[in-house]
C-alpha cells in the first residue's frame, strides 16, 4: 500500500460509527460549524438523492430539501470529522440508485414513498425503555 491510501485508511471512521441508510431516506445531518473561535452544530434535514463512493474513504452522500420554496443540496463527506452524526428519520421506498430526477419536482410530486415505518420514533421509543429499565433494578434495591 501506498502513501496514500494508508493517509485514506487512517482517516476513515470505525465501521460501528458509520451510519446505516440508503438512497430514498430522510435524514438529519449533525455538521460541526466553525465560525471563527466558536463551534456549533447545524442540522440540515431532507431527502437523500444519491451516494457515491460506497462505504470507502472517498464516500459522500448528496441531501436535498426544499427551504423557503428553494431547492437545497449539500453533499456531505461520509467519513468526515465534522460530521456529527446521521440519524435517520423515515425510511424511503425508491427504485432508483440516483433521486435526481426530485429536482424538475416541486410539492407534492417531489415526496418519496415510505417502507410504512418511522426509525427515528421507534429509536426514540427503545432509549427511553431502555432507560426505564435501567432506573428500576436501582429503585429497587432502596
Known amino acids: 500500500m501506498n502513501a496514500l491510501e494508508e493517509l485514506k485508511q487512517s482517516q476513515k471512521k470505525p465501521d460501528e460509527k458509520i451510519p446505516k441508510f440508503n438512497v430514498g431516506d430522510t435524514v438529519r445531518v449533525h455538521f460541526r460549524i466553525v465560525e471563527g473561535e466558536k463551534e456549533r ?22 441531501v436535498r430539501r ?61 432509549a427511553a425503555a431502555k432507560a426505564a429499565s435501567q432506573e428500576t433494578p436501582a429503585e429497587s434495591q432502596e
Not at 440540515?44 to 448528496?62: C, N
Not at 463527506?77 to 419536482?105: F, I, N, Q
Request: overall charge positive; charged content about 35%.
Open 41 to 62: 452544530i447545524q442540522v440540515f434535514e431532507g431527502v437523500v438523492i444519491g451516494r457515491k463512493g460506497g462505504e470507502g474513504p472517498e464516500a459522500r452522500f448528496t
Open 66 to 126: 426544499v427551504a423557503y420554496g428553494e431547492g437545497v443540496e449539500r453533499v456531505f463527506p461520509l467519513h468526515s470529522p465534522r460530521v456529527e452524526k446521521v440519524v435517520v428519520t423515515r425510511e424511503g421506498k425508491v427504485r432508483r440508485a440516483k433521486l435526481y430526477y426530485l429536482r424538475e419536482r416541486s410539492g407534492k410530486a417531489a415526496r418519496v414513498k415510505g417502507k410504512g415505518r418511522a426509525v427515528a420514533a421507534k429509536d426514540d421509543a427503545e
